[in-house]
């Protein structure tokens, strides 16, 4: 016979991680990590609304979970660094399924080192590093946070209940070792490198994440932060290699490897937590 005791707790944490019928924002929702922080929104029973720049892109990504896990799905086009365009997605997602519950700040320019690439040439090191850029990469990954944070977590605050979750990075903890950005043949000055936006960004975002953490918590708004290591995809593989030697478990994250971290704090099992960040990185920041 089971202990009752033993499955009423089992049944207990369950329902915490349930999502069922609650709505979740994702910013850069048709990126990679933006589709598999909705894809483990809706393996718990939510509905992930992808919000993205390229709406064309976040409607087939949103049709494409809502086919795979036989849930609903909602893909937008969405300017995050415009505030109506925000407010015009808020108004649509609550037509919708009359209610936000939850908003992941996951959007942010990120130059890639893929296999071949020469994108991250001598313009990303600081000394050349162009105002348009920083102004961009800010506008995106930390004014962009701001304004969404903003307008969805006041809608969030009236209902007295709702979680917001940043995308910060290991780099926000450490600074970038830029000898793994480095390309034979270069002189110094042309050299690669890991864009200073990066970590400004990254880091500003930890400091958004325990200001509204105590600003809105008599509100029922819940604000963490998650810090994952990079994601192991098409880059080239000697930067692959370079990276792993830093990380004590010896490799990037697999692109799955972060959704039960989202499923942790988006739902009731991570209700206790708020103001803080959740370290994901292989144990790259112990060294």
């Known amino acids: 016979m089971k202990n009752p005791s033993k499955t009423a707790g089992l049944a207990s944490v369950r329902r915490r991680f349930d999502m069922t019928g609650r709505t979740v924002l994702i910013t850069g929702g048709a990126g990679l990590l933006g589709t598999k922080h909705a894809e483990a929104v809706a393996e718990?029973?939510?509905?992930?609304?992808?919000?993205?720049?390229?709406?064309?892109?976040?409607?087939?990504?949103?049709?494409?979970?809502?086919?795979?896990w036989r849930c609903k799905s909602l893909g937008l086009p969405c300017d995050i660094r415009r505030p109506e365009s925000i407010t015009e997605a808020?108004?649509?997602?609550?037509a919708a399924f009359g209610r936000v519950d939850a908003l992941i700040n996951n959007a942010a320019n990120n130059p890639k080192v893929e296999s071949g690439s020469t994108s991250a040439s001598h313009w990303s090191r600081f000394?050349?590093?162009?105002?348009?850029?920083?102004?961009?990469?800010?506008?995106?990954?930390?004014?962009?946070?701001?304004?969404?944070s903003q307008i969805v977590g006041r809608e969030m605050a009236k209902r007295g209940r709702g979680v917001i979750l940043n995308i910060a990075s290991?780099?926000?903890l450490i600074g970038p070792d830029q000898r793994i950005y480095r390309k034979p043949g270069l002189p110094d000055e042309q050299q690669p490198?890991?864009?200073?936006t990066y970590s400004v960004v990254k880091s500003g975002l930890i400091g958004l994440t325990r200001y509204l953490a105590t600003y809105?918590?008599?509100n029922g708004v819940r604000v963490n932060a998650i810090c994952p290591g990079g994601v192991q995809t098409t880059q080239d593989?000697?930067?692959?290699?370079?990276?792993?030697?830093?990380?004590?478990?010896?490799?990037?994250?697999?692109?799955?490897?972060?959704?039960?971290?989202?499923?942790?704090?988006?739902?009731?099992?991570?209700?206790?937590?708020?103001?803080?960040?959740?370290?994901?990185?292989?144990?790259r920041t112990c060294w």
């Open 237 to 283: 593989p000697d930067f692959v290699q370079r990276l792993a030697n830093l990380i004590p478990l010896g490799r990037m994250a697999e692109p799955d490897e972060y959704k039960a971290a989202i499923a942790f704090l988006v739902s009731d099992a991570s209700s206790y937590m708020t103001g803080s960040v959740l370290v994901i990185d292989g144990g």
């Open 193 to 196: 490198c890991k864009p200073v």
């Open 216 to 218: 809105w918590a008599a």
């Open 127 to 148: 000394e050349h590093f162009p105002l348009t850029a920083w102004e961009e990469d800010l506008a995106v990954g930390l004014t962009g946070a701001f304004l969404c």
């Open 44 to 68: 718990l029973g939510g509905i992930p609304v992808l919000l993205d720049l390229q709406g064309d892109a976040a409607v087939q990504r949103a049709e494409a979970i809502a086919r795979a």
């Open 170 to 172: 290991d780099l926000a």
């Open 90 to 94: 808020l108004e649509k997602v609550l």
